[in-house]
């Protein structure tokens, strides 16, 4: 059986973590729903840039924009919705079939809003408004001024998909987050059945660091946790998820129609060449999860993925890895609060250069 189709029968939900329009229109990702079991897209500004400054798939609408006078910013945004609104119709079938549990595509807010409370509200409110399809997810990151805004979001009925989160300080304060917001859209009487979440939690660029401090120890404890603490981060997290999603307290919103907010494994692709292409996919398969997976990662898993329900094994020894770590004085707050910071820095110069690219192409019509 493909292991990819495998995922689900472990309540694991595989999402395509890229966009094209090509891929929209000539049925690559239909083929990737049908075929593999896909089941949700994630987009980011990195992702966008690659596919406006890398293909000509989108020259008709820019050149239909720049005669309109639109602004640089505004291209972008009509771009990108356009492609989101198709991606959304695509899923659509699956989001009414699995009532609402799977079939999201996620755009992100602006980069240079993650310092900025109230301006990622109002551009939150305003991509959903614009993008009007209810599989839209908006991306907020996990930063301290986007956490009161995925509360406020969540209150406002909006799907939020939280980013660019490393540690369990960010996974609380997000859980905290969603669990407020719904509790207060109860309140004020609307549906929280309709209102989905995924806290989406950062996986390779975890051993990225990590591994370089072990590196520089050179000592054989320190050389036998390499390429082990991103995955026991993961693991001690989702027993964090399961103690607070199944508590009394979150059953009882559940009664009143609250979703559980899943976590997803983002960052799954390999950056240690040393490492099986699939391993951030084999270890952290369980109930209750998303994996949204780039392009190479989804036919390196297709091809050799191992499926087994391996999130809640060795959860004990994932605790004595990250304390072993901490003996050894890594620093796992420290290291995951700069990746953090370091991640914000790295979509906003993905923004200016996509924002870039546009400015030239415009001069091209």
């Known amino acids: 059986m493909n292991p990819l189709v495998e995922l689900h029968a472990y309540g694991q939900s595989f999402w395509y973590d890229n966009i094209r329009r090509k891929f929209l229109q000539d049925g690559t990702l239909q083929g990737l729903i049908d075929n593999d079991g896909l089941r949700g897209m994630t987009s980011n500004p990195a992702i966008f840039e690659k596919a406006i400054g890398g293909s000509n798939d989108y020259d008709e ?74 599989n839209l997810m908006i991306k907020v990151p996990a930063t301290p001024e986007g956490i009161p805004a995925i509360k406020q979001l969540i209150s406002d009925g909006i799907n939020i998909n939280v980013t660019l989160m490393f540690n369990m300080a960010h996974y609380e304060a997000v859980a905290k ?52 603490v991103a995955i026991a981060n993961c693991k001690v997290v989702y027993k ?85 770590a901490a003996e050894l004085g890594i620093d796992l707050a420290a290291i995951t609060e700069k990746l953090q910071d370091d991640g914000v820095d790295a979509f906003v110069d993905a923004f200016d250069v996509l924002l870039n690219t546009i400015e030239e192409k415009k001069s091209s019509f």
């Open 61 to 134: 609408q820019l050149a239909q924009l720049v005669a309109a006078n639109a602004s640089t910013q505004e291209i972008y945004e009509k771009l990108a919705i356009t492609d989101i609104q198709a991606a959304c119709d695509i899923f659509a079938p699956l989001y009414d079939e699995s009532d609402g549990g799977d079939g999201y595509v996620s755009l992100e807010v602006s980069p240079t809003l993650a310092r900025d409370t109230a301006g990622t509200i109002r551009e939150a409110r305003a991509l959903f408004a614009a993008v009007d399809r209810p």
């Open 177 to 228: 987050a969603y669990i407020d917001g719904v509790t207060t859209l109860i309140e004020k009487g609307g549906d929280a059945s309709k209102v989905a979440s995924v806290a989406s939690f950062f996986v390779s660029r975890v051993d990225a660091s990590v591994d370089s401090q072990l590196a520089d120890m050179n000592t054989p404890e320190a050389a036998a946790l390499q390429g082990k």
């Open 240 to 324: 964090r998820f399961k103690e607070l999603f199944h508590a009394e307290e979150f059953i009882e919103l559940q009664e009143e129609g609250a979703n559980r907010q899943r976590l997803l494994w983002a960052s799954t692709g390999t950056k240690n060449p040393s490492y099986p292409s699939t391993l951030y996919v084999d270890e952290l398969i369980g109930p209750e999860t998303v994996n949204t997976m780039p392009p190479a990662t989804i036919d390196a898993f297709r091809a050799s993925g191992t499926v087994n329900h391996t999130l809640e094994a060795d959860v004990a020894e994932a605790e004595a890895i990250v304390a072993k």
